[in-house]
């Protein structure tokens, strides 16, 4: 089934988010990461894209906590300051001063009842300091002022100490509780709020006239054999509107975590179907999106193509850190239909897309091939510059007979493009090939390697056997070599070294690994067991340069090592995801693992951090039999659901896994990737009108039920919550 296109610490980690009918109010410190105020029209964001991308470089600095040298009154032990907010730390009180049109709102967060002497300590000294030259009295100046990038304060309850930390975006805070200790102890009032809520999602809500300081409902787990266990929890508000957290029953002698850390999620689309496919991020933390359209009122900004140009077109869009304002978003297409498949993004920023065109007049630049060859539909790479407003290059790849698609792209350090696809041409442009004619059935892979001019081939080749082979996924090592996974029907698809080296049923995944140059195989292996469908749908190379692969089976046998899951949680009608990861010379697995329950599970999306982490991403059908740990969502929403789950670095456990959908039939993420941080970006589908939405650039679906939106989620480092998720899409429908 292919689903639709020492001293144990408890932690309580909270975050203020800023909030007003008005919209975001210019404090960084208390930006909303789950904001419910009408998102920005598109041509505002653009206008304002470069102001908010200095905002948002500004927004991920750590704070810097100046320790008390005299500069504010002595009851303060440590103090921060930013654009609009000033913060003052005492053992008993955290004093937050907004700035907004020259007015000074103060908020107190008291710790009722703590202990007012508690110890102070700075903690992660900054080797910069803070210097005031106030005045023209040198004796009232105040030098070499120590900052530090956390403060602590030890026993401000029995057996309690409180760290706050953060960034210039938000401050957070945590209560370390000792073991057997009661997280009841910890008492919040809110001094400067005229309300104090609880509302329907779990979120604490303050209120300040017309503005609201939102905390996000918290996510409360315990760590167990390396996972995490979600236990019961949430705010309470007493009667004289004091907080407080109620936490359910859980193993007192074990680490409690109690955290409401929410990043962002949003909708991406317009009125017609939308849908995205890939997904990639710069260094800076700007997320590219790549997909397809059929909306007319797609949002735009900064485009290359600002208008449709046919009845469906590839889209690309650049969103910036947080989630909220597009950099660029631009149509990509000719007069007929596009659609994009995949998408790279290089250092320099600079996007790699490719997918198919019907169109004969898609946009071109220093082509390979000018002309659309085939008569249906040729493959297309086009490099887009970083502003978005530009094409570097593009190019069609097709034979005349017959069709082609770009699945996968990839860039190496060096500014190499890899294209993976099919091909149904007999006469499929080739130059050193591995393989130079058609193999057989109706479909051959293929892989080609473009220079960084993007104006000739460095190789090009078919990739297949006797029957049909597809080829989805591609990867490129540090070294150029290329990695490319697919599926095979074929009883001789070309292997090398292989760590299978027959068909095992049907349709096995395959995995090979090209030379830099493409003269050869490095291996090229069958994976697969003896049901009828193992398909290989995304490839990553990790630190080591070992390939990691994602895709489906329906086998009982499918080749398992060191798994997680040593056996399919569903059925052959089903199917399970499965994660391999190959060792260097593809003759052996290093893990490899089903990933299900019992509705049928199918992998599309993988990436693996620095850690050697790999994060999978893609759609379940099962109601509440995939294992989750630590997750957002617990259980399926509708027909199907996104699920995103992170593995350590052996893959032999979760470090979270969640459901991820509202209530409509469909929801499919196509693509994940990490930033430097860790932190999961995961593109996709959803027909939901209730799809889990943060801080998000389009909080509602553009279409309907029908024509399903694009949408984008950033998951936070433990996975326990969303730092921005939101629909993308016009009325049409759009994919990412």
């Known amino acids: 089934m292919r689903l639709p296109t020492a001293r144990l610490s408890r932690t309580l980690l909270l975050s203020l988010a800023l909030s007003s009918s008005a919209g975001l109010l210019a404090t960084p410190l208390l930006l909303s990461r789950r904001q419910h105020a009408p998102a920005p029209a598109a041509p505002a964001a653009a206008k304002q894209a470069p102001d908010a991308q200095a905002r948002e470089s500004y927004g991920r600095l750590p704070l810097s906590f100046e320790a008390n040298a005299g500069q504010a009154d002595s009851s303060v032990n440590f103090l921060a300051r930013g654009a609009g907010y000033a913060l003052f730390l005492k053992p008993d009180e955290a004093v937050f001063s907004l700035n907004r049109d020259s007015q000074a709102r103060v908020l107190r967060m008291k710790l009722a009842g703590a202990d007012a002497a508690a110890a102070a300590e700075g903690l992660e000294a900054s080797a910069g300091k803070a210097n005031y030259f106030m005045g023209s009295d040198p004796s009232k100046w105040l030098t070499n002022v120590p900052v530090f990038g956390r403060v602590r304060y030890a026993g401000v309850y029995p057996g309690v100490d409180v760290v706050y930390y953060g960034n210039q975006r938000q401050l957070e805070y945590d209560f370390r509780v000792a073991p057997w200790g009661d997280p009841r102890a910890v008492s919040l009032r809110f001094d400067g709020a005229d309300k104090v809520e609880v509302d329907a999602n779990g979120d604490l809500l303050l209120r300040l006239g017309e503005a609201v300081v939102r905390q996000p409902k918290p996510f409360v787990y315990q760590e167990v054999a390396g996972a995490r266990r979600e236990v019961e929890g949430g705010y309470e508000v007493g009667p004289d509107g004091r907080v407080g957290f109620s936490v359910g029953v859980y193993d007192r002698g074990a680490t409690l975590v109690i955290d409401p850390v929410l990043v962002y999620s949003t909708y991406l689309g317009g009125s017609d179907a939308d849908q995205a496919n890939g997904v990639g991020l710069d260094s800076a933390g700007n997320v590219y999106i790549a997909g397809f359209t059929g909306s ?15 009845f469906q077109d590839a889209f690309v869009t650049k969103i910036n850190p947080a989630g909220n304002a597009l950099v660029y978003s631009t149509y990509l297409g000719g007069s007929d239909s596009e659609q994009s498949r995949g998408l790279a993004v290089d250092a320099a920023g600079n996007a790699y897309v490719t997918g198919q065109t019907g169109s004969t007049d898609f ?37 005349g007979e017959s069709s082609e698609f770009g699945q996968a792209v990839a860039v190496d350090s060096a500014g190499n493009a890899y294209i993976a696809g099919i091909t149904f041409s007999d006469d499929f442009p080739t130059l050193n090939p591995i393989q130079s004619t058609f193999g057989g059935g109706s479909v051959d892979a293929y892989l080609a390697k473009f220079n960084p001019a993007g104006d000739a ?46 068909n095992a049923g049907g349709r096995d995944a395959f995995v090979a690994k090209v030379k830099s140059d493409g003269s050869g195989l490095i291996f090229s292996t069958y994976l697969g067991g003896s049901g009828d469908v193992e398909v290989a ?28 899951q040593p056996a399919n949680g569903g059925t052959v009608i089903t199917q399970d995801a499965f994660l391999t990861k190959l060792n260097a010379t593809g ?11 019992a509705g049928g599970e199918i992998a599309f999306g993988v990436a693996v951090d620095s850690a050697g982490n790999p994060y999978v991403a893609g759609a379940t059908a099962s109601t509440n039999t995939l294992p989750t ?8 929403g509708g027909g199907s659901d996104v699920f995103v789950a992170k593995f350590n670095a052996n893959a032999s456990a979760l470090f979270y896994s969640t459901y991820l959908g509202g209530s409509g039939d469909v929801e499919v993420a196509q693509a994940v990737a990490v930033d430097p941080a860790g932190l999961p970006v995961v593109v996709g589908q959803t027909n ?38 939101t629909y993308f899409g016009g009325a049409g429908g759009e994919i990412a």
Do not use: H, M, W
């Not at 007319?296 to 046919?310: I, R």
């Not at 094409?391 to 034979?399: P, Q, R």
């Not at 003759?587 to 329950?597: D, H, I, N, W």
């Open 296 to 310: 007319t009122n797609f949002p735009t900004a900064n485009a290359l193509q600002a208008t449709n140009g046919g």
């Open 363 to 399: 946009p071109t630049l220093n082509p390979v091939q000018a002309t659309k060859g085939a008569v249906n539909e040729d493959a297309f790479l086009t490099k887009i510059n970083p502003a978005g407003n530009a094409l570097v290059y593009s190019t069609y790849l097709g034979g």
């Open 457 to 502: 081939l460095i190789y090009s080749t078919y990739l297949g056997g006797n029957a049909n082979d597809s080829g989805f996924g591609v990867a490129a090592d540090s070294s150029g070599n290329a990695y490319i996974v697919g599926e095979t029907e074929s009883t001789n698809f070309p292997t090398a070294s292989p760590f299978q080296a027959a």
């Open 537 to 564: 749908q995304a490839v990553a190379v990790d630190p080591a340069g070992l390939p990691v692969v994602v895709g489906q089976t329906n086998s009982a046998n499918f080749p398992t090592a060191n798994a997680f």
């Open 587 to 597: 003759s052996a697995l290093v893990y490899s693992t089903y990933f299900g329950g």
């Open 629 to 636: 740990a630590n997750a957002i969502q617990c259980a399926r």
């Open 688 to 725: 939901s009108t209730n799809f889990p939405t943060a801080n998000a650039f389009q909080p509602a679906n553009g279409g309907t039920i029908i024509t399903q939106d694009a949408f984008l989620t950033k998951l936070n480092a433990t996975g326990s919550a969303l730092v921005y998720s």
